[in-house]
Each structure stands twice: as C-alpha cells, then as structure tokens.
C-alpha cells in the first residue's frame, strides 16, 4: 500500500473548504467534496508523478506537485512525492494565489 501522509495544514484547509461548501452549497455537496478529496489523495499516492509541477521555487514548499480534485477542480492538492508514496502539504481554491500562500 502507497504511504499517504497530510501535514496538519492540509487537514485544516479539508476542513475549513468543507466549512464553506456545506454553508454556501449543502451538506451533500462538502461530503462529496471530502470523499472526492481523499480519493485524490490516494491516486496521488499510487502515481506520485501524475501532478503539474508548482512554481514555487524557494522555501518549505519548493519541488511541491499539484492536483485538482476530480468534480472540484477549483481544489488543488498540494503534494510533493516521498518514497513510497506522496505527502500532501496543503488544499487550497485555485482563486487563491496558492504561490502567496505557500509563501
């Protein structure tokens, strides 16, 4: 089995995107948004490489990978490969300026 890991915040960027959709859309749809987030994840761990690379260049998150969640593709994960597998490192919307964020 591909090792997974999540930094803290990556955890608490799932939980405040599944604040917002549940308040904003329903329930339902910041389920769906989890369930389709962890499945991500979990690809990302089988085929590490299938990510674009970021364009941060200097800093904690430099080398880091990125992929959209599937039916929410305004969500990208954040991810750099490890042996074995990937680390998530942060989720974030695509209208942030993930390179400022990162910062």
């Known amino acids: 089995m591909a090792r997974l890991l999540r930094r ?10 599944f604040v917002y959709l549940a308040e904003s859309a329903s329930m339902e749809v910041a ?3 989890l369930v ?8 990302l761990a089988q085929m590490p490489e299938i990510g674009i690379p970021g ?7 430099a080398g880091v990978r990125i992929w959209p ?3 929410f ?5 954040v991810y750099r490969p490890i ?13 942030q300026d993930y390179r400022r964020v990162l910062g």
């Open 8 to 17: 803290k915040a990556a955890k608490r960027d799932l939980v405040a995107h």
């Open 31 to 33: 389920e769906r948004f």
């Open 36 to 43: 389709a987030a962890e499945q991500a994840c979990k690809n």
């Open 55 to 61: 364009k941060v260049k200097r800093g904690k998150y």
């Open 69 to 71: 969640v599937a039916s």
């Open 73 to 77: 593709d305004k969500y990208l994960i």
């Open 83 to 95: 042996l074995g597998g990937v680390q998530v490192e942060r989720v974030v919307h695509s209208s």
